[in-house]
């Protein structure tokens, strides 16, 4: 299934990452775009996810030298849109993997497209590693530990259920029952045109 692979990549992901676990640390994909399209695109993905996650940490340190911070947020910034346009490979991937499929009379749209399905699950996967972090902390108190134990039993079981809803997604799109369209992103703060502060210094 699917979201057996993307989970199995997204574990392969973090864990690489968290070796160095820098967010300066510089990128190799695992998978090549030429033999492993779809993988190297989840690879990619979850490696923009993950270094997020540490961006968003570091940014909350509330000693952090205000030049420091506002670099990092522009960091942040350059991240969001990596990872939106990583969703719109993503999206396009199963478009064009499904475009000689005849959507039936009845045939209905999702509330979301399949990459943002796969964004979840990518997000998810770092929750889980993280919360796991904590449940097995040694410097932890043993209420701290069994509190986030709870958490990451949810979190498991949010995840095979995205994983389900994704998997159910694809099956149906693949047989017609459902169709995908993707909007693409209109970001508006992004725009020089179509932010007034960018648009006043012009």
Not at 15 to 21: A, D, F, G, S, V
Not at 109 to 120: K, L
Not at 152 to 176: N, P, W
């Amino acid at each position: 299934m699917f979201s057996e692979n993307a989970n199995k990549i997204f574990q392969e992901v973090i864990e690489k990452y968290h070796i160095i676990n820098t967010v300066d640390q510089p990128f190799a994909n695992a998978y090549s775009e030429d033999t492993a399209l779809l993988d190297h695109l989840l690879y990619r993905k979850c490696w923009i996810d993950t270094v997020q996650w540490h961006y968003e940490d570091i940014i909350r340190d509330p000693q952090i030298d205000p030049i420091a911070a506002l670099k990092l947020k522009r960091q942040i910034d350059a991240s969001n849109q990596d990872r939106t346009d990583m969703v719109e490979y993503i999206d396009s991937y199963f478009l064009q993997k499904y475009d000689g499929v005849t959507a039936k009379a009845d045939a209905t749209i999702n509330t979301e497209s399949p990459a943002w399905g796969v964004d979840r699950l990518s997000i998810l996967a770092l929750k889980i590693y993280h919360m796991n972090e904590e449940a097995t902390r040694e410097d932890a108190t043993p209420e701290h530990r069994e509190a986030c134990e709870k958490k990451l039993s949810v979190l498991l079981e949010q995840r095979v259920d995205l994983s389900t809803a994704i998997d159910t997604l694809l099956d149906d799109i693949s047989k017609g029952d459902k169709y995908m369209k993707v909007y693409k992103q209109m970001k508006m703060y992004n725009d020089d045109e179509l932010n007034p502060v960018l648009r006043g210094q012009k």
